[in-house]
């Protein structure tokens, strides 16, 4: 059996991948602006994150890390599970400042 095209490799090595990031940094400032007809879009994730962070979800939260510590302290809570659940709710708070740690270190000078 004759092959018509040469086989592709698996992966792209990541030198040409860094030279395409390179040559199209207007790809990445397009994605700043809401792009034309999202604005109910934009609107359910805006309600969305102040459900998420509002006053309910952090009393919520308090109530889960207490809860969690008192348990691993009776030792009826494995402290690996305990430290993760508490990790993850200072990721979820944190999650605005960690965004804006990502942008403001990958924006271009």
Do not use: E, K, Y
Request: hydrophobic share 65%; proline share 6%.
């Amino acid at each position: 059996m004759m092959r018509l095209f040469p086989p592709f490799p698996a992966r792209l090595p990541a030198s040409v991948l860094a030279l395409a990031a390179l040559l199209l940094p207007a790809t990445a400032q397009a994605q700043a602006a809401d792009p034309a007809g999202s604005g109910p879009i934009v609107a359910a994730l805006g309600w969305l994150q102040g459900t998420l962070l509002g006053n309910v979800a952090t009393a919520v939260a308090v109530m889960a890390v207490a809860a969690v510590g008192f348990m691993m302290l009776t030792g009826r809570l494995n402290w690996r599970f305990g430290a993760t659940v508490i990790v993850g709710c200072f990721v979820l708070f944190g999650a605005a400042s960690i965004v804006a740690g990502i942008q403001s270190a990958a924006a271009i000078s």
